[in-house]
T-cell receptor
Framework: GESVGLHLPTLSVQEGDNSIINCAYS??????FIWYKQESGKGPQFIID?????DKRQGQRVTVLLNKTVKHLSLQIAATQPGDSAVYFC?????????????FGEGTQLTVNP | GAGVSQSPSNKVTEKGKDVELRCDPI?????LYWYRQSLGQGLEFLIY????????KSGLPSDRFSAERTGGSVSTLTIQRTQQEDSAVYLC??????????????FGDGTRLSIL
């Protein structure tokens, strides 16, 4: 399954499928991006980050892709599991240190069906 | 190791009362942030502390909101004369702040504030 930017805030996939969550960011000066996972009643949990000098970064079952030309960020989750069900936020940061604020997208609700 | 700790986890108060929310950052993290999250929304930046520098207060929505960070560690967010629109989850985050590279912000589980 695939979501299209922030205009489709929900994504439903079958267990074992791959998920793709998209995010369009607004500031071309942003140079650091983070994906967070937020479960109900919890704070956002760091998943993976990427700096603007990279196009792709892989973690455990997750891959983040960055396309600076069109200011687009995506999170790919391989072999999605029920425990992946949560709201996923992308966040952008301006500046070369973490001292700047994070600007968050509106989030995508991922539901994994067993 | 211990993560970011926030207290109380829930706070219900009457309109017009003052509230104080507390954040204990991860040990050794010099940067501390406050955000607000309304129901079903993304996070809204409020204020940022970095070491001994003057805080970035540009996200505070009104002069009823203030925050301090004593001793470079624990922070308190104070909301005076609370209004119903202040109802939200208030999230605190901390990070290692270096001049060399970005570091992710790590969040607590927030304080859910309800104004009656």
């Amino acid at each position: 399954g695939e979501s299209v930017g922030l205009h489709l805030p929900t994504l439903s996939v079958q267990e074992g499928d791959n998920s793709i969550i998209n995010c369009a960011y607004s500031n071309s000066a942003s140079d650091y991006f983070i994906w967070y996972k937020q479960e109900s009643g919890k704070g956002p949990q760091f998943i993976i980050d990427i700096r603007s000098n990279m196009d792709k970064r892989q973690g455990q079952r997750v891959t983040v892709l960055l396309n600076k030309t069109v200011k687009h960020l995506s999170l790919q989750i391989a072999a999605t599991q029920p425990g992946d069900s949560a709201v996923y936020f992308c966040a952008e940061n301006i500046g070369e240190t973490s001292g700047s604020r994070l600007t968050f997208g509106e989030g995508t609700q991922l539901t994994v069906n067993p | 190791g211990a993560g970011v700790s926030q207290s109380p986890s829930n706070k219900v108060t009457e309109k017009g009362k003052d509230v104080e929310l507390r954040c204990d950052p991860i040990s050794g993290h010099t940067a501390l942030y406050w955000y607000r999250q309304s129901l079903g929304q993304g996070l809204e930046f409020l204020i940022y502390f970095q070491g001994n520098s003057a805080p970035d207060k540009s996200g505070l929505p009104s002069d009823r909101f203030s925050a301090e960070r004593t001793g470079g560690s624990v922070s308190t967010l104070t909301i005076q004369r609370t209004q119903q629109e202040d109802s939200a989850v208030y999230l605190c985050a901390s990070s290692l702040a270096t001049a060399m590279s970005n570091q992710p912000q790590h969040f607590g589980d927030g304080t859910r504030l309800s104004i009656l």
